[in-house]
T-cell receptor
């Protein structure tokens, strides 16, 4: 079974500082990997995904993530935080094969951005 | 193009009643999944439908059911509501489903409150 661990349920950074949200996965084979963001009272929006190819993936709003197979990690980063980045972020995985695949989410990390 | 539409946005029901939630996926998307989001349990997978067939089901009691129509629109039904069913119910659509690496596009959700 797949699982996702997000270290840190709350992360606080100053505006302009580096954002680092951690995600580790457990899977028998490398899965597809996703990061989603959720703003209050809204659904989830896809930030970026890793399926194959280059391990450094760039997404929307200046975010990027690097797939590291040896560390089973897919950490999300942004060089300079903006107030509008304050939201909840979810890492998710899905199996590469099989019609019974599903997205399995981590518990989420709430990002606070302070002045 | 139009996104994933969920109706209604908010719902208040009494214990013991039943409720039906609706989801219209992005045009051309054949896979629709449902998730329950609560502060305590996070994002929990309910089920996935593809071309009117349930392909995958989460670990929820039989009170939770769903279906998909020929136009890919989906409904989920919860019978004999319990207080613990209060949650944000999210619908997500995808071209082929999570196993293809497409990721999901989520709707804004239906906030169900059971009193």
């Amino acid at each position: 079974a797949q699982s996702v661990t997000q270290l840190g349920s709350h992360v606080s950074v100053s505006e302009g500082a580096l954002v680092l949200l951690r995600c580790n996965y457990s899977s028998s084979v490398p899965p597809y990997l996703f990061w989603y963001v959720q703003y209050p009272n809204q659904g989830l929006q896809l930030l970026l995904k890793y399926t194959t190819g280059a391990t450094l993936v760039k997404g929307i709003n200046g975010f990027e993530a690097e797939f590291k197979k040896s560390e089973t990690s897919f950490h999300l980063t942004k060089p300079s935080a903006h107030m509008s980045d304050a939201a909840e972020y979810f890492c998710a995985v899905s199996k590469r094969t099989g019609t019974a695949s599903k997205l399995t989410f981590g518990t989420g990390t709430r990002l606070q951005v302070t002045l | 193009k139009a996104g994933v539409t969920q109706t209604p946005r908010y719902l208040i029901k009494t214990r013991g009643q039943q409720v039906t939630l609706s989801c219209s996926p992005i045009s051309g998307h054949r896979s629709v999944s449902w998730y329950q989001q609560t502060p305590g349990q996070g994002l929990q997978f309910l089920f996935e439908y593809f071309s009117e067939t349930q392909r995958n089901k989460g670990n929820f009691p039989g009170r939770f059911s769903g279906r998909q129509f020929s136009n890919s629109r989906s409904e989920m039904n919860v019978s004999t509501l319990e207080l613990g069913d209060s949650a944000l119910y999210l619908c997500a659509s995808s071209l082929e489903g999570p196993g293809s690496g497409n990721g999901y596009t989520f709707g804004s959700g239906t906030r169900l409150t059971v009193v």
